[in-house]
């Protein structure tokens, strides 16, 4: 069992962890196959966080270039 806050796959959860708790907040939102959403608290912009991915990385480096993006932009 998965500890609430932890995301099973380890890439995905690696990712959330490496986000700057000043500039995005992670809610678990489980709803269908989304497991939560990363929000960029200056200017509103989501991502979801998909439960089980087809390949964890992929949902990775997605969450990765969303911040990366919003770090610059902001």
């Known amino acids: 069992m998965v500890s609430s806050g932890r995301h ?3 890439p995905i959860a690696a990712a959330i962890k490496a986000l700057d708790a ?3 907040t992670t809610e678990e939102v489980h709803k269908g196959h ?3 959403v990363v ?3 200056v200017c509103g912009d989501t991502v979801s966080v998909w439960s089980t991915p087809k390949v964890p990385e992929n ?3 997605a ?3 969303f911040a990366k993006t919003h ?3 902001h």
């Open 71 to 73: 770090t610059e932009k």
């Open 34 to 36: 989304r497991w939560g």
């Open 59 to 61: 949902n990775a480096a």
């Open 8 to 10: 099973p796959k380890k």
């Open 39 to 41: 929000t960029c608290n």
């Open 63 to 65: 969450i990765a270039r």
């Open 22 to 24: 000043d500039l995005f």
